[in-house]
């Protein structure tokens, strides 16, 4: 077994361990896995620690120091190993009697989070491949999976021979493919980094400076001065959109501009005037005539209001609530709320961080 470690200039969020596992098929009980790849912060900064399978007896051995790697602190972070790398591993620790298992639950799983958002990202796939490319990494490795099953079959079978005649040439040759090898490992380690920067938008906002606020007639401009990560790309999400450039991200929230309705929970109270299309007080319609006035129903306790609106997330009406703000609807049945626009730039920051949250 070869342990292979490097250094690089990152600066990971303590407590996580990036890892990704490579094996010879799919199914663990007619295949091996013969690399597994980890990234972490440790004390001398940013540590890829590669554990490499010369041969295939050498497979417990690689997953018991793959276990000694791994404190009970640290959440591991992986793409899409809740469906195949961790059940994967689990199956090979109990046929080897390795006292230990991964709760898929106590992970992160980067393609499980990217799901829910996946209508809105300007990809054809959810793949690591396609997603880190869209986030601006660019891989040196070339190999698909398959390939790489293929270049490690090849290179047990260089070794075999390297073992019979000492040739350097077959040395050689094991070397180049083992750096291809570890080279396709890194590049998942390093392309799921750059994804994992993606999915989580709203904590590197929050680690910069506070946006400046544009207000234009027909929407909000928040400005951020450095960008998510270093590719040009745009988010659309429902009520705002996330554009990031080379030098700045900009977060923009529309303004909608008409009529919207303000409903009154306590509708039993209210009246509705049928010529003036909204309600009044029970205590105030005393001299209106019987026939332009009925009993409030849920959907006809409203007053209107012209002006300009913003969207408010849910994570906002309890603040709105306590700004004495009131939340309209554009139609009764509607989920979303908006509210009538504040330009108290405190205000819009702390929405702008709520809208983010809603991510």
């Known amino acids: 077994m070869k342990i292979i470690r490097s250094l690089n200039n990152k600066h990971l969020p303590k407590g996580l361990v990036f890892f990704d596992i490579e094996t010879t098929g799919l199914t663990p009980q007619t295949s091996s896995v013969f690399l597994i790849g980890i990234m972490r912060e440790e004390e001398q900064g940013c540590v890829m620690t590669q ?29 899409n190993g809740t469906t195949f790398d961790i059940p994967y591993l689990n199956r090979k620790f109990r046929k080897y009697d390795i006292n230990r298992s991964i709760d898929a639950s106590l992970t992160r799983d980067i393609y499980k989070e990217l799901i829910h958002y996946k209508k809105y990202l300007p990809t054809e796939n ?9 986030a601006g990494y660019k891989r040196t490795d070339t190999f698909d999976g398959s390939e790489l099953i293929q270049l490690y079959a090849k290179y047990l079978g260089i ?54 606020v544009e207000i234009t007639p027909f929407e909000i401009v928040f400005t951020y001065p450095s ?9 659309n999400m429902p009520g ?3 554009n990031n450039g ?3 991200c900009e977060v923009t929230v529309p303004i909608k501009t008409g009529e919207f309705k303000y409903f009154f929970s ?12 909204m309600c009044m007080h029970n205590s105030v319609v005393s001299g209106i005539a019987k026939e332009n006035k009925k009993k409030c129903a849920r959907d006809t306790a409203y007053i209107k209001k012209e002006g300009r609106f913003i969207p408010i997330p849910a994570a906002l009406t309890d603040t709105a609530a306590e700004r004495n703000m009131r939340l309209f609807k554009e139609n009764f049945k509607d989920k979303g709320f908006y509210a009538e626009l504040n330009e108290d730039e405190d205000f819009l920051r702390l929405y702008v961080t709520a809208l983010l949250k809603t991510m």
């Not at 490499?52 to 793409?79: G, M, N, Q, R, V």
């Not at 960008?227 to 745009?234: D, G, K, N, Q, S």
């Open 159 to 212: 070794a075999r021979l390297a073992d019979i005649t000492q040739s350097p040439a077959h040395k050689d040759s094991m070397n180049t493919m083992l750096q291809t090898i570890l080279l396709h490992n890194s590049d998942d380690l390093e392309g799921l980094y750059r994804v994992f920067q993606a999915t989580n938008i709203f904590d590197a906002l929050s680690g910069v400076s506070e946006p400046t």
């Open 240 to 242: 705002f959109c996330i």
């Open 266 to 277: 306590d509708y039993k109270n209210y009246t509705y005037i049928i010529d003036r299309d």
């Open 246 to 248: 080379n030098k700045a």
């Open 126 to 134: 959810l793949k690591l491949k396609t997603i880190e490319a869209a």
């Open 51 to 79: 554990l490499f399978s010369e041969a295939p007896e050498k497979e417990k051995e690689i997953l018991d120091d793959f276990i000694s790697l791994l404190s009970p602190e640290e959440t591991l972070i992986h793409y």
């Open 227 to 235: 960008p998510l990560f270093p590719a040009v790309f745009e988010f």
